[in-house]
């Protein structure tokens, strides 16, 4: 979000910074990813990191984080895609198999999707501190500010300031937009 | 229709979207709900990309190790030197680097042919028929229909390994409490005139009344009828005898040629050879499991080994036979370290205990 064509030629160059943040933003979002994909959370962490294995051992170069994206979510889908068949296949043998998993690649584009927005607010709400991510993620479930006070056992002051500190911090990480964007959730929600 | 190089900015416009509390355009599960969306985030937060990561450097810190086979020869070297000097780490250090007692976990395998490893990640597993959820009260079903499936006969299976515990509640509301190395085979509906459910191992039951609906656990080779009670069923393949201790209620043991009933405080015995029989016992040491305490009231020592090998997971090996014999009676809590009850049975029972990786060998103390 920050300095974004910086993060690509560096990824691109393969530099330890930008390989540590490629994992921070799309590592638990391809690996929930590929746990919907195959409907179980057995391996597909390494699923994710077989991919991950494979883009570091290529000379592939990034336009853009665009394509970045695009890449890696393609390479889980047909990485787990793969997987479901071996699986499928040794089940037919067993009786007690019950169901198919077809993922059409339609369906699967709109998954990417969803896990990319949740990767986002992930991403948001990891550079705010221990007690602004529990207002945060209390105000998520639907909590008011009293509510909130009580259940953390903080004065209402306590979380309306928190609340605005956290709203600086979003500001200065997404820009200006996000931040006139980010005003209304938090107005709402508290 | 959208391309793999529509997600990123699609992703963009509909996280302002949600911000923006403009819920209709974006449709996740049903309807981005605030609790759908904190689902979704434990869901990826379970996923650490920073241990990940250091995966990856140690892929190509090997690489290099390809091309610089000299470097491979130092660092062997450096290698020998470093586990000749842990050699001299002291015993308890080690011991708590290799045995650990038992936590959370537990394996559950869906109908459909899914594998879930459960631990103490908050999750849901959204399926067909029901959610399934486990939180900090184990694993919980929701049916999204009650009507819908009546009469299939469709069983999910949790598994507890060696050094587990898991607890979950059924789609009837009672509660279950399994320990380590158990089994419990249970269905999505309970069918119209009964509950049943299919148990090897060792379980606490909380079971709901429902005189209507008596429930039923099977073991090994007989089956336990109950219409509304708290009890411990002890049936591991291994000991070779189901143990039912009765704590609140009544129960109904019953094999092929015999029947018995308890009452509260009663202790009914199922041995290999198909003989039950039933006796007075104190009930909490065979439930003090479930507190996080282990507790024995004058048992040998081979039984007791039993137990706690499977908590710590380990491998126990008697050096001298007459040891096995030595009765014991103390408790402690179940989440302590290992080196705490290997003291304790040292100062008492006057054994040693030798332990070599996760072997414990124990011999009469000279």
Known sequence: ?190 | MKTWDDIYDSSDKILKSILEQKGEEWQLDGGASPDKLNNRLQQQFQYNPFLAYQKLKKHRYRRLMRWYGMAAGMVLIVGFAWGWLQQGADREQLLTETICPGNKKAVLSLADGSVWYLGDTVMTILTAREDIRVDSNGLSLHTHNQTAGNNDEVCHLLTIPRGGEFAMTLPDGSRVWLNSESELRFPLHFAANERKVALTGEAYFEIEKDSAHPFIVETNNSEIEVLGTDFNVRSYRNEKRVVTTLVEGSVCVKNTNNRILLKPGEQSILDETGRLWKQQVEVYPYVAWKEGRFVFRKQRLEDIMATVSRWYNIQVQFEDEEVKDITFSGGMMRYEGFEVFVKMIEAIGSVTCDIKEKVVFIAKHR
């Open chain 1, 1 to 190: 979000m920050v300095d974004r064509e910086h993060f690509i030629t560096d990824l691109n160059k393969k530099k330890e910074a930008a390989w540590l943040q490629l994992y921070e933003e799309f590592y638990p979002a391809l690996c929930a990813y590929a746990a919907k994909l195959t409907h179980e959370n057995a391996g597909v962490e390494d699923i994710v990191q077989e991919c991950m294995v494979g883009l570091w051992d290529s000379a592939l170069q990034f336009p853009n984080i665009k394509a970045l994206a695009a890449w890696l979510y393609k390479a889980v889908y047909s990485r787990a895609l793969n997987l479901i068949r071996d699986r499928d296949n040794s089940r037919r043998l067993l009786e007690n198999y019950t169901s198919e998993l077809t993922w059409s690649e339609e369906m699967a584009i709109e998954l990417a999707i969803e896990e990319s927005v949740i990767a986002k607010l992930r991403l948001v709400l990891a550079d705010l501190s221990e007690q602004q991510r529990a207002i945060m993620n209390l105000s998520l479930e639907g909590y008011k500010v009293r509510e909130i006070a009580q259940t953390l056992n903080i004065s209402e002051n306590t979380v309306k300031m928190q609340k605005k500190r956290a709203y600086a911090i979003v500001r200065e990480r997404m820009g200006e937009i996000w931040g006139v964007l980010l005003a209304t959730i938090f107005f709402n929600f508290f």
